[in-house]
T-cell receptor, first 113, second 115 residues
């Protein structure tokens, strides 16, 4: 089954404790992206990657890091989480075909206290 | 910069009636794609419909259709014969093409369906 998986689905942590949210896709997609969703703001892009070892900042990259060492994986790293990073996070992937939509993971609900 | 605007934070429709959700976008590009995504309470993002900017014909998918006005940069979603299962958050999205391949999303419209 074609899918994007994210782990964990829920996470409660404390300020400053480094964490990683994993993302993996099995569709051999080149394009992968991380979004955060906040009420009234829609989906805002954090980082995206066009292929292995190619990443670029989205609209809200501050406080986040990513890496793309393998085509299927695109982890999101919060080195020192803060309460303003409490949000719903989505990983998504897409082929580079012009008509391809993005396929989304199930979301990760992160709470930073 | 590309922006996508959904001016209706929340809307309501009676079951079996028709509702139209609005979306406008700002771009200087001529080649791009537009999408509508549905997000039910399960939070899963589901593609509803897509439209290529070069196609004048409006896309349709069963009860869902769009009104694409390229000159006006408008991309509205019409839901006919609304069902209770249509209740969800709806997001409009724009995909820029070429060297700056990127997606942009609106802030969403919450659709309530009344029985």
């Amino acid at each position: 089954e074609a899918q994007v998986t994210q782990n964990p689905r829920y996470l409660i942590t404390v300020t400053g404790k480094k964490l990683t949210v994993t993302c993996s896709q099995n569709m051999n997609h080149e394009y992968m992206s991380w979004y955060r969703q906040d009420p009234g703001l829609g989906l805002r892009q954090i980082y995206y990657s066009m292929n292995v070892e190619v990443t670029d900042k989205g609209d809200v990259p501050e406080g986040y890091k990513v890496s793309r060492k393998e085509k299927r994986n695109f982890p999101l790293i919060l080195e020192s989480p803060s309460p303003n990073q409490t949000s719903l996070y989505f990983c998504a992937s897409s082929s580079l075909d012009r008509e391809s939509e993005q396929y989304f993971g199930p979301g990760t609900r992160l709470t930073v206290t | 910069a590309q922006t996508v605007t959904q001016s209706q934070p929340e809307m309501s429709v009676q079951e079996a009636e028709t509702v139209t959700l609005s979306c406008t976008y700002d771009t200087s590009e001529s080649d791009y794609y537009l999408f509508w995504y549905k997000q039910p309470p399960s939070r899963q993002m589901i593609l509803v419909i897509r439209q290529e900017a070069y196609k004048q014909q409006n896309a349709t998918e069963n009860r869902f259709s769009v009104n694409f006005q390229k000159a006006a940069k408008s991309f509205s979603l019409k839901i006919s014969d609304s069902q209770l299962g249509d209740a969800a958050m709806y997001f409009c999205a724009y995909r820029r093409w070429g060297n700056f391949n990127k997606f942009y999303f609106g802030s969403g419209t919450k659709l309530n369906v009344k029985p």
